[in-house]
């Protein structure tokens, strides 16, 4: 019967399947959280990124 041929195996399909489970349980529940806020470092480098793009292009 589904080639259950012994408990190690029985253990594998229910270790799957509830992995899985739980998997989709965890994306449910933060399906929509929003990203971390903005650090100041994070507008630091950008600004130097642009700096050196527009040194790159002129």
Same mark, same amino acid.
């Given at each position: 019967?589904?080639g259950? !041929?012994?408990?190690g *195996?029985?253990? @594998?399909? *229910?270790?799957c399947?509830? +992995? @899985?489970?739980?998997?989709? @349980?965890?994306?449910a529940?933060?399906?929509?959280?929003?990203? !971390? +806020?903005?650090?100041?470092?994070? !507008?630091q480098? @950008?600004?130097?990124?642009?700096? +050196?793009?527009?040194?790159?292009?002129?």
């Amino acid at each position: 019967m589904l080639g259950l !041929e012994g408990f190690g *195996v029985f253990l @594998a399909y *229910v270790l799957c399947i509830g +992995s @899985a489970a739980l998997c989709i @349980a965890y994306g449910a529940l933060t399906w929509n959280k929003g990203d !971390e +806020s903005i650090r100041p470092e994070d !507008e630091q480098w @950008a600004k130097k990124e642009k700096q +050196s793009d527009n040194g790159l292009t002129n």
